[in-house]
């Protein structure tokens, strides 16, 4: 494919109300300090878990990361297809012990019993992939019968591991996308297409301590003791973020193939993911399900560019109070400045779509909506030149 573009990225302006999206192994809000003040962050891993929930159901495939593929394999040759479930097992652990990944028995005695065995490496494989591990257990249904079950690292399994690395190293969209890591199996691997940026808030935050209570109904009913049934505190924040990720075209063509429909459709179906999605954490006792103020898409021919300097120095809020107006403001006036130095020869199109009344000429063409801001931007990007043709 002879693509005029190179690179897409995507930047988004989002306010989030009274929120932790996403904690550390002490359950408080995640933060960096930049610009010489402190910031509420989101991992990249977090938002970027977020974003393949929303892709995954825009384009019909699902990925499986899992250390427990045998077990799945266990749960359909039971469930779905009437084996026993003493055969099933056995036939889920010599599925997780055939590949050259290694493995251990689970630890729990339940557990061991039932015959688990976990991967040492998660596997990351389409969903299908499950199906098609069963199907092999089906064609070697006589031989698992009459096996040994799985009880230590040494053993063997009777399965044919060329076969299952084989349905290991099968990919899907999801894949093609975002990449996989799997070193235990030769010729798995994937290079994701795809590179996302932490979450950061344009201005200086500071995070709060919310205490909690909790009333025991009994205790408030007959009014014969005092106090709560529970008590506790878990931190929150709030603030004005900027997102942002870039696509490489070229690797994700690589990844697929010759196939400008998919190349299109995943490509579409990630901006719009990554538009939309909100990580998940504390959801039931915050609601955060905002919008983004503002998306920016440029198609580039050179090289991804973050704007995420733009808010070095961090924003102050406007005479009326608010981090949003600024923040857009702020991203524009970088975009047009950071553009003007590095000449304008690598932008091949550029556009934004936001709640702002006012024009943000630094950002490109205004759209009415997202919807037309991914098509308008695809177009640019995905048109096909002829061979030694000019865009």
């Known amino acids: 494919m002879n693509m005029p573009a190179r690179f897409i990225d995507i930047h988004i302006i989002q306010s989030v109300p009274f929120a932790n999206l996403n904690r ?46 045998g077990e799945r394999v266990t749960h359909l040759l039971a469930e779905d297809r009437g084996w026993p479930q003493d055969l099933a097992a056995k036939a889920g652990a010599h599925t997780a012990a055939a590949s050259s990944i290694k493995f251990e028995l689970a630890k729990d005695p339940k557990q061991i019993l039932a015959n688990k065995v976990l991967t ?46 084989a349905v290991l190293r099968t990919r899907n969209g999801v894949i093609n996308l975002f990449g996989r890591m799997l070193a235990e ?34 205790t408030a009913a007959w009014s014969d003791q005092s106090g709560s049934g529970h008590m506790g505190h878990t931190e929150f924040s709030a603030g004005t973020f900027y997102r ?11 990844n697929i193939g010759d196939n400008p429909d998919e190349l299109r459709e995943l490509s579409a179906a990630f901006l719009s993911a990554f538009i939309l999605s909100l990580p998940q954490a504390k959801k039931n006792a915050t609601a955060p399900h905002t919008i983004p103020d503002l998306a920016h898409i440029s198609v580039r021919t050179d090289r991804p560019l973050s704007y995420a300097a733009a808010f070095e120095s961090p924003v102050t809020a406007a005479g009326q109070g608010g981090y949003a107006g600024p923040s857009r403001t702020t991203l524009s006036d970088y975009a047009d400045a950071a553009n003007r130095l590095l000449g304008s020869s690598g932008i091949l199109h550029a556009g934004w779509a936001g709640i702002d009344a006012k024009d943000l000429d630094g950002l490109g063409t205004r759209h009415t909506g997202f919807d037309a801001l991914i098509d308008t931007a695809l177009n640019k ?3 096909v030149q002829p061979a030694g043709g000019a865009a």
């Open 244 to 254: 942002y990720a870039t696509i490489d075209l070229r690797d994700l063509a690589h």
């Open 24 to 69: 550390d192994d002490t359950n408080s809000v995640k933060t960096v300090q930049y610009g010489n003040v402190l910031r509420t962050r989101v991992s990249s891993q977090s938002w970027k878990r977020a974003v393949r929930g929303v892709f995954e159901d825009r384009i019909g495939h699902a990925a499986l990361r899992t250390r427990r593929i």
């Open 120 to 165: 040492n490496a998660m596997v990351y494989v389409p969903e299908t992939a499950v199906a098609a591990l069963a199907d092999l257990a089906e064609e070697h249904r006589d031989a698992l019968e009459t096996a040994k079950d799985i009880k230590k690292p040494a053993d063997k399994s009777i399965l044919p591991a060329d076969k299952v690395e």
């Open 381 to 383: 990007a995905l048109t």
């Open 185 to 218: 199996v030769d010729n798995a691997g994937v290079d994701g297409a795809v590179q996302v940026a932490h979450a950061l808030t344009t201005h200086e935050t500071d995070v709060e301590l919310d205490y909690f209570s909790a009333v025991d109904d009994v």
